[in-house]
């Protein structure tokens, strides 16, 4: 996917392709979707069919025929505009679904037939078959891998060039169709049926072909209708007092009048408003599974996270040689090199780079010593070295202690004292001993996460509770805690622990965010009201979570909810224009209409526009062009800031509010003018 992030806001293909869109999509089938734009079609084929009818048997009372066909002219660029602007949005989506579609490719699949392989096309694969995949060949179909273990390209997917490892038997079993096989051998089980896999569904949801409307959009929509009845019924009103004063008001000025009233500006970009929101999660390499996810993530009240991969780097690393009492910290760093050569475990291998690197000491030749190696064992929790008649071993305290003592040697107090100091700074303690005698302790330690910190703190300035989870004990929960600054955390967690610890925080009404990749978490990511699964987890995970990172970044939930929240400013924000704007008009537009019957309002005529027509045209022609203007804001969206509530609305109202009623009336006086220039009036 990394292709498709080079599109630019507007290029070339894609406006050509969206001037064709805008016409494609006056079909009176599509346009009702959107009530407000239905109205102003409506408008569009009557005053059209005014103007043809005073072309062909003018009328006395009608409005002249320039008037008449330029307000026809603009009402119809008002549609292309709003539809443009739908197109673009799509249109983007479309470039980004071409660039999958490559990788969507009928290739050769080895299906196992009885123990046998048979070679078939990947078209014809159904859910539950079995199928081998070797070095060089492409993944057939989505599944999981229940045999082997191999090194997997999904750079088509991802975009990231290093390759990842896919095993059987642990959360990172899922494998995508289109991926590609580096090494070794797997078995896969498909795991979607043909048109339902992984890649389906990212090509169907950058196209925006399953985008629903969400709760917030509905409500708008109902907003916006209210609004149009509204003043539906205020220039329905103003006939008769029109009449009543004198003015003759014809059906292409009462049309024009409405469309200008109603809130066209909103109306016609907010379907490229919620577009381009899952456009832009997309960008982020995330794909929602919905509008409403995208909505709820600006929503998120709590954030659950993993602590291991999440918070920290994933596996413990050595940090510090504690020697007991006499003992040399040469000696202890000696032996505890020793002891690790074997121990391939990623605690082992961190202890021979912290020896490696604070003393010095690298490769020795121990061939001619006669080294016995003995690698770590989880029965033993012990490796370690027999070199020279001595007997190095490396592994948990209580182990070494029992060894030790085995041997007739005694166990230091120093080293209690040692160990519960750093079980009490959530670290994990590893003893050395050379036979009888104990060396000292290895300082274990969760490595938290360069920028943690500044991350979580972002979270708290958007009002966001953190919550980290883990299976450690509690003392060791609240020292990862206190350093990485989550606001909370869970302790020593279960599937069911997660679970209820959602449904206690939506039962407080809050919204709740939550990461994870394995079987484990599949519940709780489908409890979840924004769940995030990790590309890499399991294929359970994916399916229970309503988005999915292609990048497997558990902590890119903060660009989620920022992309949420930037969704949800750009509708408020354009919203609070565009009724700001329609009032703004409403005061702009009638005194002008009415100043020359009723004289005692010229006080309100503060626009002197030219003419009642004048008026009306210009304000038509502002509310087609004000459209096209804000397509650009509506597809990159409003800026965000991680602010109060309170001072994000006032913000939005001094800008968009203000902005909203000033627009109005600097652009229509300045059509007006122009029109004048050009002796149009």
Known sequence: MSDTKTVSLFNKDILMQAVIDSVRKLSPVHVIKNPVMFVVEIGSILTTAAFLRDIVAPDADSAPLWFTGSITAWLWFTLLFANFAEAVAEGRGKAQAASLRKLRQDIKARILVSGKEESVASSTLRKGDMVVCEAGDMIPGDGEVIEGIASVDESAITGESAPVIRESGGDRSAVTGGTKVLSDRIVIKIGADPGGSFL?????????????????????????????????????????MAAYSGIHLSATVMIALLVCLIPTTIGGLL????????????RKNVIAMSGRAVEAAGDVDTLLLDKTGTITLGNR???????????????????????????????????VV???????????????????????????????????????????????????????????QEIHDITNLIADNGGTPLAVADGARILGIIHLKDVVKEGIKDRFERFRAMGIRTVMITGDNKRTAACIAKEAGVDDFLAEATPEDKMRFIKEEQAKGKLVAMTGDGTNDAPALAQADVGVAMNTGTQAAKE???????????????????????????????????????????????????????????????????SPQSAILSAVIFNAIIIILLIP???????????????????????????????PFVGIKLIDMMLQVAGLI
């Open 544 to 610: 229970a979570g309503n988005m999915i990172d292609l990048d497997s970044n558990p902590t890119k939930l903060l660009e989620v909810v920022e992309v949420g929240k930037q969704l949800l400013m750009t509708r408020g924000s354009l919203t609070t224009f565009s009724i700001a704007n329609d009032i703004a008009k409403y005061f702009a537009i009638l005194p002008a209409l009415f100043v020359s019957a009723l004289p005692q309002i010229a006080p309100l005529n503060i626009m002197r526009l030219a």
């Open 354 to 412: 912290l020896v490696k690197e604070e003393f010095h000491l690298r490769g020795r030749d121990l061939i001619s010593h006669d080294a016995h190696f003995i690698p770590f064992s989880a029965h033993t929790r012990m490796s370690g070295c027999d070199i020279d008649g001595r007997e190095i071993r490396k592994g948990a305290v209580d182990a070494i202690c029992v060894y030790v003592t085995k041997l007739g040697g005694e166990i230091p």
């Open 271 to 282: 379907s490229a408003i919620g577009i381009a929101g899952m456009d832009r999660l997309i």
């Open 317 to 351: 690393l050595a940090t510090d040689l504690i020697p007991t009492p006499g003992i040399d910290i040469n000696e202890l760093a000696d032996a505890a090199q020793l002891s690790s050569l074997a121990d391939e475990t990623p605690e082992g291998r961190s202890i």
């Open 200 to 240: 389906d569904r990212m090509i169907s949801l950058v196209e925006g072909t399953s985008r629903q409307k969400t709760p917030n959009e509905l409500a708008l929509h109902i907003l916006l209708v209210g609004l149009t009845i509204v003043f539906l019924i205020v220039c329905v009103s103003l006939v008769p």
């Open 633 to 663: 804001l509506s597809l990159r969206g409003v800026k965000y800031r991680p602010i109060g509530a309170s001072a994000l609305l006032r913000r939005s109202l001094l800008i968009y509010g203000l902005g909203g009623v000033i627009a």
